[in-house]
C-alpha cells in the first residue's frame, strides 16, 4: 500500500511538486513485538535503533500508511505519537469506507484495495471503520440493531410478578383451595353411602395427592435455585404417581368388589384395604426408585441459558439427564394407559360400581394433556417450556378433580334425597 501512494504521488505533479517520496515496507505478521521493532526503526536515522542519533543514513518519515488491527494500531499511534509523526489509515481510490457494522470483502479480479461492505452476520458487530472481519458479542451482550456495538442481555425468568405467572400461580391456589374443599366435605359426610361405596381411604390419598400436585407447581414459578431445581421435577413424578396409582387402585378395587358379589368367587379375597395399599405403594415406590436415581446419577441444576432466545439470558432449570426426566414421564404415562384400560372395560358395572365411568373420563382428560404436552414442550423455548409444563400439571389434575369428585359433590351437597342406601339399592336392582 505505501508503495502504490509513494509512486501515484511521484507521478503527480500536482500533489507535491518538487517532492520525490520514498517508502520502507515493514510486514508486522499482527505481532505486537515486531511492530515495536519497525517503529523504533523508521525514527532511527542511523543503521542502528536509535530514535533521533542522525549520524549515518538519512531519511525523513511524513507519515506512517497502516491498515492493521484495533490494538495493534493504538500501539503504533503511541509511538508514532511521541516523534509528532501522523498516522494515517489509507483509503482506497474504487471503493466507499464500510462504515462500523460492515465488514470489507475483496472484490474479485480486483486490486486488494478495491472492496465491497457487506453486512456483519447476525449476531456479529464490528465497532470501526473499514472492518476486516465481525466479532462477535459475549456470552451476555448482543448485538444493537446497527451490528456497529454490543447490548447487554436482559435476564428473564417465570416470576410471580409478571402476567403469565401471576395467572398461573392463582389458578393453582384456586385450585388447591377446591380441593381442600371438596376434602372437606368427605371428611364431614364421610359416613354416608357415596363416600363409603368408593372407599375412604383411596379417596383422601387421591385428594390430597392432588392438593399436593397443585400446591407443587408453585415450585416452577420465580427465580430457579439448586434447592426447587432438584425438588420440582421429583415431587411431580412422585406426586403424580402417587394420585394415578391411588386412581388405579380404585378402579381395581370396583373390578374385584364386583367379581366378589358371586357366591364362592376366589376374588373375596382380595376384597379390604391390602390390596388398594399393595397397588399404591408398589406403583409408587417404582417412581420413587427412578427419582433416586436421577438424583444420584445427573440430579438438575440451575443454569443460565444465553443462546436460546436472542436478546435474554434466561435463567432455568437444567433437568440434569433429560432421558430420565422422559423416564419418570413416561412410567407416569404408563400407569394412566393401564387404568384408563381397567376402567374403560369396567365402565358397564352395574349400580353402585359405576364409578368406572368417572374415573374413565378423567383419565381420558388426563391422558389427552399429557399426549399434547410433549410435542408442546419440544417445541417452545424459555420460560414458556415452564408454563406448558405448568398448565399441563393443573389441567390433568383438575380433569381428576372434576371428572371424578364433582358428580359426587353434586349429589352430597344438593340432592342429599339420593345418598342414601336404598337409591343404590334400586340401582342395584336396575
Known sequence: MGLAWAVQVNQNPDLLPNVTLGYSIYENFLSARITCEAMMDLPSPGQEDIPN?????????????????????????????????????PRSGCSESCLPGYTKVIQEGSPVCCYDCRLCAEGTISTQEDADHCARCPDVQYANINQDGCIPKVITFLSFEEKLGLILASCALTLSLTTALVFGIFVKYRETPVVRANNRDLTYILLVSLLLSFLSSLLFIGQPNKVTCLLRQVLFSIIFSVAVSSVLAKTITVVV????????????????????????????????????????????????????????????????????????????????????????????????????????????????????????????????????????????????????????CYIIVLRPHLNVKEHIKIKDGN
Open 257 to 408: 368388589a364386583f367379581m366378589a358379589t358371586k357366591p364362592g368367587n376366589r376374588w373375596r379375597k382380595w376384597l379390604g384395604k391390602s390390596l388398594a395399599n399393595y397397588i399404591i405403594v408398589a406403583c409408587s415406590s417404582l417412581q420413587l426408585v427412578i427419582c433416586v436415581v436421577w438424583l444420584g446419577t445427573s440430579p438438575p441444576f440451575p443454569e443460565s441459558d444465553t443462546h436460546s432466545q436472542p436478546g435474554y439470558i434466561v435463567l432455568q432449570c437444567n433437568e440434569g439427564s433429560v432421558a430420565m426426566f422422559y423416564v419418570a414421564l413416561g412410567y407416569m404415562g404408563f400407569l394412566a394407559a393401564i387404568c384408563f384400560t381397567v376402567a374403560f372395560l369396567a365402565r358397564r358395572l352395574p349400580g353402585a360400581f359405576n364409578e368406572a365411568k368417572l374415573i374413565t373420563f378423567s383419565l381420558l382428560v388426563f391422558c389427552s394433556v399429557w399426549v399434547s404436552f410433549v410435542p408442546t414442550y419440544l417445541s417452545t423455548k424459555g420460560k414458556y417450556m415452564v408454563a406448558v409444563q405448568i398448565f399441563s400439571m393443573l389441567a390433568s389434575s383438575c380433569g381428576l378433580l372434576g371428572c371424578i369428585f364433582l358428580p359426587k
Open 53 to 89: 542519533y542522525s549520524c549515518g543514513r538519512q531519511k525523513t518519515v511524513l507519515a506512517v500508511l497502516e491498515n492493521v488491527p484495533t490494538e495493534i494500531s493504538i500501539l503504533i499511534s503511541n509511538m508514532m505519537g511521541i516523534h509528532k509523526i501522523p498516522q494515517t489509515v
